[in-house]
């Protein structure tokens, strides 16, 4: 048995492979790491081998098992993730309930069922107990997945549930290989796989021509002289489409800053006489006039401002602080 199409993920897809080799599969799992690094995928992949209607070595990816998987149309596939295009987003019970009604009957083609949970910290308190009867007594021949960043994302009572297997961020060389390999130029390859954070869904999202106007908005602004009410007013934009209700998706707006962080980092090397080394376009850094030490002192106050809007300070304050300190 293999897992197939995850990429760099050896030590997850070790686990997986041989407790099912050995027939000690956990009834849940909870698979913990970044976005677009492989969780879903792994799940997945999982289901295709397990179902496979060839038994030496699969999957096969020809049976008809494994073409409906991977056509997404097999009927033991469950797939529970909230709307992408809303901040804040949950799971609503009414779904968890009618995927533990399914699981009242056998899987359907006499293999296993994959129950596949993305994002399952939004999961709202309804729903997270409607799921624990099914975490605590699940049918025979059923697989639970759920996929979060932080285990602290779930209930306690979920995590005590489920087995874990981490995924590590995926390393930039293999993302930036994997980009060049669906087409993309190294140079664009390389820029994105920089600004990835290791998930290659990411990288895969990215726009460059979106990115190269946002870099050019911070210029714009940096250029311009102090004022903190204008600063204010930019944090507020900037903040914006990351709050949905009461949640705030710090993580997002951190990889937001990634941007302006990749920027001053680059203006470092070319500053230290080492353009070959920076990922942006020569025509995003031309014109910087940003001396070594400038530049190197902007990357280390991005990154404070990142690790204090993931440590629950206000965004907008955060964000105010950080645009006057680029400017002194």
Not at 174 to 186: Q, S, T, V, W, Y
Not at 266 to 292: I, K, M, Q, Y
């Amino acid at each position: 048995m293999r897992l197939e199409g995850l990429l760099g993920q050896e030590r997850a897809a070790a686990q997986l492979v041989a407790e099912a080799a050995s027939g000690r599969l956990a009834h849940a799992y909870l698979f913990v790491g970044p976005l677009g690094c492989g969780r879903g995928s792994a799940a997945l992949a999982l289901f295709r081998a397990l179902n496979c209607e060839r038994r030496d070595d699969p999957p096969c990816g020809v049976c008809a098992a494994c073409r409906r998987a991977l056509a997404g149309q097999h009927e033991d596939l469950l797939i529970l993730a909230p709307p992408h295009d809303q901040a804040s987003a949950q799971i609503k019970v009414e779904e968890v309930r009618e995927m533990v009604r399914a699981l009242s009957f056998a899987p359907f083609g006499g293999g296993w069922r994959l129950v596949l949970i993305r994002q399952a910290g939004q999961l709202n308190p309804s729903s997270a107990n409607a799921l624990l009867k099914t975490l605590e007594e699940p049918p025979p021949r059923n697989l639970l997945v759920l996929t979060v960043q932080d285990p602290a994302e779930v209930l306690p009572t979920l995590v005590s549930r489920c087995r874990r297997v981490n995924f590590k961020p995926l390393d930039e060389g293999l993302i930036a290989a994997e980009l060049g390999r669906r087409g993309l130029a190294p140079e664009a390859a390389r820029l994105k796989a920089a600004l990835s954070g290791g998930s290659l869904g990411r990288a895969l999202e990215l726009d460059q021509e979106r990115l190269a106007a946002s870099l050019r908005t911070w210029r714009e602004r940096l250029a311009q002289p102090a004022d903190p009410l204008t600063d204010w007013s930019l944090a507020e934009e900037l903040v914006a489409p990351f709050r949905g209700g009461e949640r705030l998706d710090r993580q997002g707006l951190v990889e937001l800053l990634d941007l302006l962080a990749l920027y001053l980092r680059d203006c470092a090397v070319v500053a230290a006489g080492r353009p070959s080394a920076a990922f942006l376009p020569p025509e995003l850094l031309a014109g910087a006039g940003v001396n070594l030490d400038r530049a190197s002192r902007g990357f280390d106050l991005v990154r404070q401002a990142q690790s204090q809007i993931l440590g629950n300070a206000a965004p907008e304050l955060a964000l105010t602080v950080l645009l006057g300190q680029l400017r002194a």
